[in-house]
């Protein structure tokens, strides 16, 4: 054998053997990206008052002046249309007073909140966070409708 195709024949297995032990301590693409962030989403922000299922029937309801709505019938009664934008504006709660008689957080600040403590020393766009955990929660919602 040449002494280059040696070289090369030692350098390929060296790779091989270097990517191969790299790609084993990777995780895999489904734990580093959890497969549906709007349900984690839900589960931690909406279940308690709204339920595991959105039917308003959540373990605090009973600590609540008004029961929340069913999050399953939102579409029904917006003409079979889910109503996207309002929900948006509920949820982000941006043009609600700080002190108001509103029960339901006002998830956007609350957001905003979370994610200055989890980024603090970090270059981030905070609103574009915010609208991408609201969204990937209001696909979630849009999913629980009843067709």
């Known amino acids: 054998m040449r002494p280059t195709s040696i070289k090369t024949s030692l350098a390929v297995a060296t790779l091989s053997v270097f990517l191969s032990t790299a790609l084993a301590q990777t995780p895999a693409a489904s734990q580093r990206v959890p497969r549906d962030f709007g349900k ?16 308003g029937n959540g373990p605090l309801v009973s600590l609540l002046r008004r029961s929340p709505p069913d999050l399953t019938l939102l579409a ?12 948006y504006e509920v949820i982000d709660g941006e043009g609600v007073p700080a002190h108001g008689s509103r029960e339901m957080p006002v998830w956007g600040r609350a957001y905003r909140l979370m994610d200055a403590e989890y980024y603090f020393d970090t270059d981030y766009d905070a ?13 979630y919602i ?3 409708q009843v067709r």
């Open 127 to 139: 609103k574009a966070l915010v609208r991408a955990r609201i969204l990937a929660l209001l696909e």
């Open 40 to 55: 984690i989403e839900f589960q931690s922000a909406c279940a308690s008052c709204h339920g595991t299922s959105g039917t």
């Open 76 to 87: 029904k009664n917006n003409q079979g249309v889910f109503p996207m934008n309002r929900l």
């Open 142 to 144: 849009n999913k629980l």
